[in-house]
């Protein structure tokens, strides 16, 4: 069984399972503290963006800029992005990030006035204290297998991360040395 929803923890259900897999983002530590008893050394960093959309397909690939990113989207809507704040567990999105974001985008896109706004999300990123992410089964108990942290890298991280994550649920060989694994704060 694989938990990668916050509505899952307070569930008063009992699950069989071989192996399960935490993968809740920002929530694992909550999970994590409440039915295993442990907690990662992370904190979860509010991120904002803005979703725009052009009368033509601009680019294919992610541009980063000094201080934002824009990354194209379906049906010539890209994504202008992204903040990075401490604010615990908050996701509504204040005017400040908007500012930010605006003149940011301002001051690296030409033609800015072209584009139709659409909206703006936040999401919350999953950060642990070294800044690498969490990937492996626990010392303790080997059949919780961990998956969280990446921060802003989770998209860049996804493929080795499934691949990894894989390994451990079908018992493939795993290279012990692995800088990822959960066993480096010997919790």
């Known amino acids: 069984m694989i938990f990668d929803s916050s509505k899952l923890f307070f569930k008063k259900k009992k ?21 295993i008893g442990i907690e990662f050394p992370m904190r979860p960093i509010k991120g904002t963006s803005m979703i725009f959309e052009a009368k033509k397909k601009l680019f294919k690939n992610n541009i ?10 379906h049906n010539n809507q890209f994504a202008v992005g992204a903040t990075e704040d401490e604010k615990g567990f908050e996701k509504f999105v204040t005017l400040d990030e908007i500012f930010y974001l605006s003149t940011s985008m301002w001051e690296y896109l030409p033609k800015i ?37 990446h921060f802003r890298h989770g998209i860049l991280l996804a493929p080795i991360t499934a691949e990894i994550v894989s390994n451990y649920v079908f018992g493939e060989k795993i290279d012990r040395n692995f800088f990822f694994s959960p066993n480096r704060f010997n919790l």
């Open 113 to 149: 006035e072209n584009f139709r706004f659409l909206k703006s999300i936040s999401g919350l990123r999953s950060l642990l204290n070294d800044g690498n992410p969490v990937i492996g089964s626990l010392e303790k108990n080997k059949k919780v297998i961990c998956a969280f942290g």
């Open 64 to 73: 980063w800029f000094k201080k934002i990113y824009v990354a194209p989207r």
């Open 15 to 35: 699950f069989n399972f071989e192996k399960i897999v935490i993968a809740c983002g920002a929530w694992s530590n909550d999970f994590l503290k409440k039915k």
